[in-house]
Structures are given as structure tokens and as C-alpha cells.
T-cell receptor, first 114, second 110 residues
């Protein structure tokens, strides 16, 4: 069964820590995305990547960076965690850039910054 | 400001009733996708609609894309408790980059 795997389901980190969220897909998908999901705000796009070593800012990139050294892996980095980054983080992948391609999501990482 | 507005935000119905969820925007999208998300899990794709006026059916779920490709609706006939979840619409802005609505939480009581 094809899937997107996020390394942690739950994380608790302290303010100021550097946090790494890992995402791996086994579908040979070109595109990968990081969203955060907050009540009342829906899913908001943080960063995305159309290819290895390529990255583009989404709608809310401030305080985040990403890395895609291999096609199957897309990492989200919180350089210095803050309490307003407490959220559910969702990684997704899709096959290609056309409008027909849906996303496959991971199960999410619920991050709490204290 | 969200580009996609979903209504209602919450819907609670009895098993066997019908329901409709709406997804509206002032923007045109190249496609509109619907997802369902259950607690503790990521969203799962239900359907993609591409052509204005398109109607797709998935068992008891009927999806419609507006003629102008700015809005969509999801209709569930004879809802069952297994339909409970968060329903999300998402529009493709360009390059397979999705904008999501705020979601509609559906509770179907037995």
C-alpha cells in the first residue's frame, strides 16, 4: 500500500529549540508539500517542492525552512521553535503538477511548543 | 482571508438523512478536490472535478463543480455513521498547489 510516512505522531519541544519534522513517500512522486492545520484556519501551505533540491515558499513560510536532498524525503525545519508554531503538521505528495493529481497525506505530526 | 469558504462549519444529523456541504470562492480553479479527514489521520482524497458543471458520484456521495469553476458542493444521501468526519474542499491554483477551505465537520448519529 502506497503511503506517506511522517516520523513522529506527537512531539513536545521547548521554545527556541531547532525542530526537524521528517516525511518520506514511497510512491516516486515528484511533488511534496508541508501544511499546518489549525482549528478555524484549515490547512495552510508552508513550503513545497517540485523536485529534488528544489523548494518554494508557500503562504506562511516565516519561521520555517525545508530540505529535499532525496526525491522521497522532504524535511520541515523550525529554526527556533515558538509557541505560535504549536499545530498539526501535515506532509503530502502528488505525482505531478497537473490539476488531476490528488494529494496523498501522511498521518500528521502534532507539535506542541512549550 | 481564505480563498475557499465552506459552509456550514458543522453539521449534525441522524442516520438516514441527507446533507449538503458547500464550497465557494471568488477565484477560478483548474480543479476542485474533496477530502475526508478522520481524527488523528491525514485527509484522504475522495474525488477530483475538473470541468465546469461536472458531476461525479461515489456511492452515496455526489460532487458537483460549478459552471464557472468557482464553487462546488458535496451531497450525501442517506448518511451513515461511517460518513462522520471533516470534509475539506481544495482548489488547484496552478501547478498542483492546493488551497484548502476551512472544512465542514459532519457528525452522523445512529
Amino acid at each position: 500500500d502506497v503511503k506517506v510516512t511522517q516520523s513522529s505522531r506527537y512531539l513536545v519541544k521547548r521554545t527556541g529549540e531547532k525542530v526537524f519534522l521528517e516525511c518520506v513517500q514511497d510512491m516516486d512522486h515528484e511533488n511534496m508539500f508541508w501544511y499546518r492545520q489549525d482549528p478555524g484556519l484549515g490547512l495552510r501551505l508552508i513550503y513545497f517542492s517540485y523536485d529534488v533540491k528544489m523548494k518554494e515558499k508557500g503562504d506562511i513560510p516565516e519561521g520555517y525552512s525545508v530540505s529535499r536532498e532525496k526525491k522521497e524525503r522532504f524535511s520541515l525545519i523550525l529554526e527556533s521553535a515558538s509557541t505560535n508554531q504549536t499545530s498539526m503538521y501535515l506532509c503530502a505528495s502528488s505525482l505531478d503538477r497537473g490539476p488531476l493529481y490528488g494529494y496523498t497525506f501522511g498521518s500528521g505530526t502534532r507539535l506542541t511548543v512549550v | 482571508t481564505q480563498l475557499l469558504e465552506q459552509s456550514p462549519q458543522f453539521l449534525s444529523i441522524q442516520e438516514g438523512e441527507n446533507l449538503t456541504v458547500y464550497c465557494n470562492s471568488s477565484s477560478v480553479f483548474s480543479s476542485l478536490q474533496w477530502y475526508r479527514q478522520e481524527p488523528g489521520e491525514g485527509p484522504v482524497l475522495l474525488v477530483t472535478v475538473v470541468t465546469g458543471g461536472e458531476v461525479k458520484k461515489l456511492k452515496r456521495l455526489t460532487f458537483q463543480f460549478g459552471d464557472a469553476r468557482k464553487d462546488s458542493s458535496l451531497h450525501i444521501t442517506a448518511a451513515q455513521p461511517g460518513d462522520t468526519g471533516l470534509y475539506l474542499c481544495a482548489g488547484d491554483r496552478a501547478g498542483n498547489k492546493l488551497t484548502f477551505g476551512g472544512g465542514t465537520r459532519v457528525l452522523v448519529k445512529p
